[in-house]
């Protein structure tokens, strides 16, 4: 279902990035750059490109869709053959040699699990396959099969050898997976692929992570929807301007499951294994790299509100929004005169 999503959450987005939230002025629609667009099918989720420049080709986008490709076959976990997939296979045995990208991911990664004290953790592969959230046969995970996975889900066990570029798992039966970072590597690569060849106006959608790409044309500052996490994809709360600026979120409301009358969504708690649970809806994160933020993103939600706030705060060139099963936001200092909540069903909480 995430395709499809992703395309309803694209079109919805379409409208709120041009400003075409009423009718616009026909002569201002005459004169406007129209945007140059590309979708592609990766990662299991739809990448959407849009540039704002009559100088972009076919060349750029294909460009673009084969460094994805690319990029995928480095890091996905499930890709046979990836250079993931060959650490996670190698596990317990032996060290294994990775092109610089892989490597640098794995290590940003690692950052972030020692930022977080491990709410964070790329070590979460076991985890993640146990409860395979978002696939058809997603089910609760026996006690015994959870205890197993806890056993082998630690980022220090992840040994990184800086002048080899090798990557070893220290306990048999570990897995890294990227899935919390992967896909904001990835729309960062895009922006600096598209800011080499000199556009500077394009709005890319990997999945809901946006990197808003320099101003509109008309020099303004971009204006993305934040989604109502209580509805279906394209409904917004509230609106938040950017200008290059990536917008990440995680939120229990799109991947997941009901087993016996109960809701189990995709945001793993490595500790205990089951999904985090608290009294948030999602968290969007706003910083400079995708990548960044879709950490960021998963530690918010599984640090809570007080302490999620509290972090987010405390980093530089961070703004994030808290949602809550209550309906309450809670955005951080820096937004404060570029978010505008919309939806009245909601209620600003700072």
């Not at 250079?83 to 045995?93: D, H, L, M, P």
């Not at 692929?193 to 020099?219: M, Q, R």
């Not at 608290?278 to 933020?293: G, H, K, M, Q, R």
Request: glycine share 8%; net charge negative.
């Amino acid at each position: 279902m995430k395709p499809k999503f992703a395309l309803l959450f694209f079109l919805l987005f379409s409208l709120i990035v041009n400003g075409c939230v009423s009718k616009p002025d026909e002569e201002i629609v005459k004169n406007a750059i129209q945007p140059h667009s590309e979708s592609f099918f990766i990662y299991d989720t739809i990448v959407t490109v849009r540039v704002y420049d009559d100088q972009v080709t076919d060349k750029h986008f294909k460009d673009l869709e084969a460094r994805m490709k690319e990029i995928e076959f480095h890091l996905s976990r499930t890709l046979q053959g990836s250079e993931v997939y060959r650490i996670n296979e190698q596990a317990g045995k032996q060290a294994v040699p990775v092109s610089e990208e892989t490597y640098g991911v794995i290590k940003k990664a690692v950052k972030f699990a020692e930022l977080s004290e491990g709410k964070f953790d790329p070590a979460i592969g076991p985890l993640v396959s146990l409860w395979n959230i978002g696939q058809d046969n997603a089910k609760v995970p026996s006690e015994e099969k959870l205890k197993e996975a806890l056993q082998v889900i630690d980022y220090h066990q992840i040994i990184l050898d800086d002048a080899k570029k090798t990557v070893f798992l220290k306990q048999p039966g570990m897995a890294i997976d990227l899935g919390g970072i992967g896909k904001g590597y990835a729309a960062d690569q895009i922006a600096a692929y598209l800011t080499e060849k000199g556009f500077n106006s394009a709005i890319i959608d990997l999945g809901g992570n946006i990197v808003a790409l320099g101003k509109k044309p008309d020099g303004k500052d971009w204006v993305i929807g934040i989604q109502d996490p209580d509805r279906n994809r394209g409904n917004q709360l509230g609106k938040l301007k950017v200008a290059n600026k990536t917008v990440v979120t995680s939120g229990i409301y799109e991947r997941y499951f009901e087993e016996n009358g109960k809701h189990y969504h995709h945001i793993l708690n490595p500790a205990t294994g089951f999904p985090v649970d608290n009294n948030l809806f999602s968290v969007s994160i706003i910083t400079n790299e995708s990548a960044d933020a879709d950490a960021l993103s998963t530690t918010g939600f599984a640090l809570g509100l007080e302490k999620g706030m509290s972090f987010m705060e405390s980093l530089p060139h961070v703004e994030a929004i808290f949602i809550t099963k209550d309906k309450n936001v809670y955005i951080t200092s820096g937004l404060k005169g570029n978010w505008e909540l919309t939806n009245e069903q909601y209620k600003m909480a700072n």
